[in-house]
């Protein structure tokens, strides 16, 4: 019962720690992040509602990355809180053994690892997909947002918008249009097989997705090389179909694992053929998937690290710098984990390698750490 208690307040103190550390550094990376995505509404027309789903949709991944170092800060400040007030030294003298501790904090780091696991795997992915799909929606497009007066607008494919100016109406003056990519119908003229088409106009205003024009020209470049002129007082333009320059196809990490997975071995899925026969879109499938799959693994090995803060010597000095070395050992191998995650596409001995290595260097490193909590035991 006493040993329960234990464990509950001890968890529950790493837990705070955790939670605090992880919520601090992914909301300083997501309103940097935030930030970034504020191009959605400026340049690309996206609406504020769309920016804001984009932007929490994104949160998750940013909690993911944070992970192995928040717990990392968190047992460190926990274990060092524990020391100063003299509540490990009230464990040891109630009978609870130093291997103990250390194999809760083991197994604390395994829940964390299938947490980080279920993220990497399979939240991310499907949050991350569900983020691009916002962006191939353009029934949200704030149009009349993007485009700004003496600037030549680009930000819709095939599309270029220039106006001389806006006045208090909201209206457009002194229109030009410029469309190579055959997405403006027109009312006024829907010639077929047009490659090219010019519109000027004197004014005119958007409205939903149509832009109302008035006292105009527009000119109509046919496949033929054949120009057509027509004049008109009031014309429409349809809107519907113009899309920005927003990348709306589905990036690697925004895949599922198991599409990638299949992809990896040759396997029939829903993705390119052509992409998973590409050498150096596989080597891209190998690193994110290693790092989906291995990076979790090594929040086991810095926590067998840090669980060495448990042994204590008499020398002062030795215990006072044994704090900052087990940290900055254990902060290098996160730092050595995405070293060589970036190699993991590029030979199979990596990728054997980036997994193999944390699970055999902390069951050395358990070992040797039972050894030692032993020979303190005996030596006492």
């Not at 047992?75 to 040891?92: A, C, G, R, Y």
């Not at 006292?215 to 527009?218: A, F, H, I, L, R």
């Not at 690193?287 to 669980?307: A, C, D, E, K, W």
């Not at 290098?332 to 199979?348: C, F, H, Q, R």
């Given at each position: 019962?006493?040993?329960n208690?234990i464990?509950?307040?001890?968890?529950?103190?790493?837990?705070?720690?955790?939670?605090?550390?992880?919520?601090?550094?992914?909301?300083?990376?997501?309103?940097?992040?935030?930030?970034?995505?504020?191009?959605?509404?400026?340049?690309?027309?996206?609406?504020?509602?769309?920016?804001?789903?984009?932007?929490?949709?994104?949160?998750?991944?940013?909690?993911?990355?944070?992970?192995?170092?928040?717990?990392?800060?968190?047992?460190?400040?926990?274990?060092?809180?524990?020391?100063?007030?003299?509540?490990?030294?009230?464990?040891?003298?109630?009978?609870?053994?130093?291997?103990?501790?250390?194999?809760?904090?083991?197994?604390?780091?395994?829940?964390?690892?299938?947490?980080?696991?279920?993220?990497?795997?399979?939240?991310?992915?499907?949050?991350?997909?569900?983020?691009?799909?916002?962006?191939?929606?353009?029934?949200?497009?704030?149009?009349?947002?993007?485009?700004?007066?003496?600037?030549?607008?680009?930000?819709?494919?095939?599309?270029?918008?220039?106006?001389?100016?806006?006045?208090?109406?909201?209206?457009?003056?002194?229109?030009?249009?410029?469309?190579?990519?055959?997405?403006?119908?027109?009312?006024?003229?829907?010639e077929?097989?047009?490659?090219?088409?010019?519109?000027?106009?004197?004014?005119?205003?958007?409205?939903?997705?149509?832009?109302?024009l008035f006292?105009?020209?527009?000119q109509?470049?046919?496949?033929?090389?054949?120009?057509?002129?027509?004049?008109?007082?009031?014309?429409?333009?349809?809107?519907?179909?113009?899309?920005?320059?927003?990348?709306?196809?589905?990036?690697?990490?925004?895949?599922?694992?198991?599409?990638?997975?299949?992809?990896?071995?040759?396997?029939?899925?829903?993705?390119?053929?052509?992409?998973?026969?590409?050498?150096?879109?596989?080597?891209?499938?190998?690193?994110?998937?290693?790092?989906?799959?291995?990076?979790?693994?090594?929040?086991?090995?810095?926590?067998?690290?840090?669980?060495?803060?448990?042994?204590?010597?008499?020398?002062?000095?030795?215990?006072?710098?044994?704090?900052?070395?087990?940290?900055?050992?254990?902060f290098?191998?996160?730092?050595?984990?995405?070293?060589?995650?970036?190699?993991?596409?590029?030979?199979?001995l990596?990728v054997?390698?980036?997994?193999?290595?944390?699970?055999?260097?902390?069951?050395?490193?358990?070992?040797?750490?039972?050894?030692?909590?032993?020979?303190?035991?005996?030596?006492?």
């Open positions: 019962m006493l040993k208690k464990y509950k307040y001890l968890s529950s103190e790493i837990f705070k720690n955790f939670i605090t550390i992880l919520l601090t550094f992914a909301a300083i990376a997501w309103v940097v992040r935030a930030v970034n995505f504020l191009d959605l509404i400026v340049e690309d027309g996206h609406s504020l509602n769309t920016y804001l789903k984009y932007s929490a949709l994104n949160i998750t991944t940013i909690i993911t990355r944070f992970v192995p170092l928040a717990f990392l800060l968190s047992l460190t400040v926990s274990i060092i809180k524990f020391e100063n007030q003299q509540e490990l030294l009230i464990l040891w003298t109630s009978g609870l053994s130093k291997i103990k501790i250390a194999n809760f904090f083991l197994f604390t780091a395994f829940v964390l690892t299938l947490f980080q696991l279920i993220l990497s795997l399979f939240v991310n992915p499907f949050l991350l997909n569900k983020a691009r799909f916002l962006m191939s929606n353009t029934e949200s497009l704030q149009i009349n947002s993007v485009i700004k007066s003496k600037e030549f607008n680009d930000n819709f494919k095939g599309i270029t918008f220039y106006i001389d100016s806006k006045n208090t109406n909201n209206e457009l003056l002194n229109i030009f249009i410029k469309d190579v990519s055959g997405n403006i119908s027109t009312i006024a003229v829907d077929a097989g047009k490659i090219n088409t010019t519109i000027i106009a004197e004014k005119g205003f958007i409205d939903g997705d149509k832009l109302i006292n105009g020209t527009v109509v470049l046919n496949e033929n090389n054949e120009f057509k002129n027509f004049q008109f007082k009031k014309n429409e333009l349809s809107l519907a179909n113009i899309s920005t320059r927003t990348i709306v196809q589905t990036k690697i990490q925004e895949t599922s694992s198991g599409l990638l997975t299949n992809c990896l071995f040759n396997q029939n899925n829903n993705l390119t053929p052509t992409k998973c026969l590409d050498p150096k879109y596989k080597s891209e499938v190998v690193q994110n998937l290693s790092r989906r799959m291995g990076t979790p693994l090594y929040i086991t090995l810095i926590t067998t690290i840090v669980s060495f803060l448990l042994l204590h010597k008499k020398e002062k000095k030795y215990n006072f710098l044994k704090k900052y070395i087990l940290f900055i050992l254990s290098m191998v996160l730092i050595a984990a995405e070293i060589l995650l970036k190699y993991t596409g590029s030979s199979l990596v054997i390698s980036y997994y193999v290595l944390p699970i055999v260097l902390s069951f050395l490193l358990y070992i040797y750490l039972l050894k030692k909590i032993l020979t303190e035991k005996i030596s006492q």
